[in-house]
């Protein structure tokens, strides 16, 4: 079976207060979007590899952990070892804020839920053990405000349609060490989830958005600030941020051509990867995007 594992953007990210002082977490108010980049995964039932059960080619990876746990949690549930082989060939930049591996780990579960349909009703269960973004990921809306660690889901209307470009500077940012930066330094930027949530209740395009997670990723790496300012110069600044915890950015754009003029343009300067294109709509159907 061939399955398409499309990535997510945050268009909004506000760090809420710990409300349990010794917890490490920290709460979280996120707008989450399936895009149109994904990564493609190709899985064989009755098959015993030879060697790695998940096999991974592109973005210069060889191994994707959490497609890995996806399956094992399967065994798990159903009681038994499967024949089985999972090749993932990427497309998304890993350490991006994109859901990479998160989208891989949802694609299995998806596929073993088609597979064995008595596992269905597990597959929330299952994706939250993994990751938050895997419980997205993992089920059918396309838009969705997260809260608490994430994995709290309320899904927003799929109006209005949503035209973005995505850059990526060709490093990546440990999520870990940005939370821990942001202990540190904290955050001058206002929240954006709630302005970016009002926007997509009345149908309309979101003309602000935002991450509080900026200042920490530039403490972490300052080339961070650097590649933003890069983008200011062909996206608009409001409607400019970065995604998850780093290092892409996304940048929400009117229509079509002007997504396709910023990744054009943001090509045209040496980005080292560049993907523009319509948000996808949510599981079963997708739009394509443009080149990477």
């Not at 398409?4 to 349990?20: G, H, M, Q, S």
């Amino acid at each position: 079976m061939r399955l398409w594992a499309p990535a997510k953007v945050t268009l909004a990210l506000d760090v809420c207060p710990r409300t349990d002082a010794g917890s490490p977490w920290h709460p979280v108010d996120l707008v989450l979007l399936r895009i149109g980049l994904g990564d493609r995964l190709e899985i064989r039932d009755g098959v015993v590899p030879a060697g790695p059960r998940v096999a991974v080619s592109g973005q210069g990876l060889s191994h994707d952990t959490l497609a890995t746990h996806a399956l094992s949690l399967v065994e798990e549930r159903l009681g038994r070892s499967l024949a089985v082989h999972v090749a993932i060939t990427k497309h998304v930049p890993a350490g991006a804020g994109l859901g990479g591996g998160s989208a891989d780990a949802a694609a299995v579960l998806r596929w073993a839920a088609d597979r064995w349909p008595a596992l269905a009703p597990l597959v929330p269960a299952m994706a939250a053990a993994i990751g938050a973004d895997v419980a997205f990921l993992a089920g059918p809306a396309a838009r969705c405000r997260a809260t608490g660690r994430g994995d709290q889901l309320e899904p927003l209307p799929d109006a209005p349609r949503l035209w973005l470009a995505v850059a990526h500077p060709g490093f990546a940012l440990r999520t870990a060490d940005v939370y821990q930066a942001f202990d540190r330094v904290g955050t001058a930027a206002p929240a954006a989830a709630p302005t970016v949530v009002d926007a997509f209740r009345r149908g309309m395009v979101p003309s602000l958005v935002g991450n509080q997670l900026e200042d920490a990723a530039m403490a972490v790496s300052p080339v961070v600030a650097d590649f933003r300012a890069w983008l200011e110069r062909n996206a608009p600044r409001d409607r400019l941020t970065m995604t998850g915890s780093g290092s892409a950015f996304v940048a929400v754009a009117d229509d079509e051509r002007e997504a396709a003029g910023i990744g054009r343009a943001w090509q045209a300067t040496g980005v080292p990867f560049v993907w523009w294109g319509e948000a996808a709509p949510g599981i079963g159907s997708h739009r394509a995007g443009g080149p990477a």
